[in-house]
């Protein structure tokens, strides 16, 4: 068994990008394996080799980095992120007047798109709820156990003193109405049974965004409806996904292969996002390393700041005076993953909990293959 050198593990490592093109992005027929090699799987080298590095973090956006992984397992922390982890988003209303000009159709769609938020531990609690059908018509009960209740009931009036502003030439709808504009903080839940001790205060059900604008009216318009929230995935429906995105891109290398110096190093910073080319002064180390830059000690080159912030839109590539002297690239096992949460759970807690339901699919599939060989 031969065993590659550190530049081959690099090479095998690096998408070679080019001015119209990206080579070097196939794989072997399993990936990781390749001829003449061991490349037996080894829990001890994978703890040495893979990393978790955090970039930043707020409660709802987070960046990070996956380093020596696999494209499947990082993809599947993606689509588990999007489609798998479950919550509470309205999926029945029920409208007993709506005189605003937003059509039912429409208004409830609005409503339903409402991101919620509650106790973590409540949610864990709540059960799947499955509509009747006409086999089980018994089994769709909504109950506490299943089934959040929300009201909206909003009415436009006459500030006091309005219609006498408005005759008088004032335009201004919150001088003039009284509840012109609802939003998602006017949503009422209703606890039912123990919901309100398995929500409670500070941990009860609303809306993540309280000034989420739901429909403008004016006096004598009113809207009173019920909803009815319920646990799901964003496999069944896309207001269920607790991310508004979940994304990874792969790491950018920018390899200098020759000193770019003076203007040049100036046009070539520009050629990248801020941040990620900075000039230096040429040193007379650079002089000794590279006999074309005698007489240039002191002047700016362009030294590589920080790759990571690199969009990898090849506009370096585009300019004569540039050719072969840099090299574009990105590391196949790098994976810079962004998450942003809708609220209801911390983005942070979104990875982990990816990472719990990736590990109960793992063992779903050992557990079958385990009866496979009975």
């Known amino acids: 068994m031969s065993t590659p050198s550190?530049?081959?593990?690099?090479?095998?490592?690096?998408?070679?990008?080019?001015p119209e093109t990206v080579s070097n992005q196939a794989s072997t027929d399993f990936p990781g394996h390749w001829p003449g090699e061991n490349n037996e799987w080894d829990l001890d080298y994978f703890k040495e080799?893979?990393?978790?590095?955090?970039?930043?973090?707020?409660?709802?956006?987070?960046?990070?980095?996956?380093?020596?992984?696999?494209?499947?397992?990082?993809?599947?922390?993606?689509?588990?992120?999007?489609?798998?982890?479950?919550?509470?988003?309205?999926?029945?209303?029920?409208?007993?007047?709506?005189?605003?000009?937003?059509?039912?159709?429409?208004?409830?769609?609005?409503?339903g798109l409402i991101p919620l938020c509650g106790s973590h531990s409540g949610l864990n609690w709540m059960k799947w709820y499955a509509k009747p059908t006409d086999?089980?018509?018994?089994?769709?009960?909504?109950?506490?156990?299943?089934?959040?209740?929300?009201?909206?009931?909003?009415?436009?009036?006459?500030?006091?003193g309005g219609l006498q502003r408005a005759v008088a030439g004032e335009t201004d709808p919150d001088k003039l109405y009284v509840n012109h504009?609802?939003?998602?903080?006017?949503?009422?839940?209703?606890?039912?049974?123990?919901?309100?001790?398995?929500?409670?205060?500070?941990?009860?059900?609303?809306?993540?965004?309280?000034?989420?604008?739901?429909?403008?009216?004016?006096?004598?318009?009113?809207?009173?409806?019920?909803?009815?929230?319920?646990?799901?995935?964003?496999?069944?429906?896309?207001?269920?996904?607790?991310?508004?995105?979940?994304?990874?891109?792969?790491?950018?290398?920018?390899?200098?292969?020759?000193?770019?110096?003076?203007?040049?190093?100036?046009?070539?910073?520009?050629?990248?996002?801020?941040?990620?080319?900075?000039?230096?002064?040429?040193?007379?180390?650079?002089?000794?390393q590279h006999a074309e830059l005698e007489s240039k000690e002191g002047e700016s080159k362009a030294v590589v700041d920080n790759a990571m912030n690199d969009t990898v839109s090849r506009e370096c590539l585009r300019h004569p005076e540039f050719k072969d002297k840099v090299k574009l690239g990105r590391i196949r096992d790098h994976f810079i993953f962004r998450i942003e949460s809708t609220g209801q759970w911390n983005s942070d807690q979104l990875f982990l909990e990816s990472v719990k339901l990736l590990r109960v699919k793992c063992q779903r599939i050992k557990r079958g293959l385990d009866e496979m060989m009975k």
């Open 135 to 160: 086999d089980n018509e018994g089994s769709g009960n909504p109950s506490d156990y299943n089934t959040v209740v929300l009201r909206l009931d909003v009415e436009c009036k006459w500030q006091e």
């Open 49 to 111: 080799t893979f990393k978790v590095d955090f970039h930043s973090h707020t409660p709802n956006d987070t960046s990070f980095s996956l380093i020596s992984l696999d494209t499947s397992v990082a993809n599947a922390f993606r689509r588990i992120l999007l489609a798998e982890i479950p919550t509470l988003a309205i999926e029945e209303v029920f409208i007993y007047q709506n005189t605003s000009i937003i059509q039912d159709e429409v208004l409830a769609h609005r409503l």
């Open 6 to 18: 550190a530049d081959e593990l690099m090479r095998r490592k690096k998408l070679d990008v080019g």
């Open 181 to 288: 504009n609802v939003y998602a903080k006017d949503l009422k839940w209703e606890p039912l049974g123990k919901q309100s001790e398995m929500f409670p205060p500070g941990e009860e059900i609303r809306s993540t965004n309280p000034d989420i604008l739901i429909v403008k009216m004016r006096p004598g318009q009113s809207v009173s409806l019920s909803m009815y929230a319920v646990k799901g995935i964003g496999q069944d429906h896309a207001k269920f996904s607790p991310v508004a995105t979940a994304s990874y891109r792969l790491m950018p290398t920018i390899d200098i292969l020759k000193p770019i110096v003076g203007a040049d190093a100036k046009k070539f910073a520009r050629c990248f996002p801020r941040g990620v080319i900075k000039l230096d002064s040429v040193t007379s180390e650079d002089v000794e």
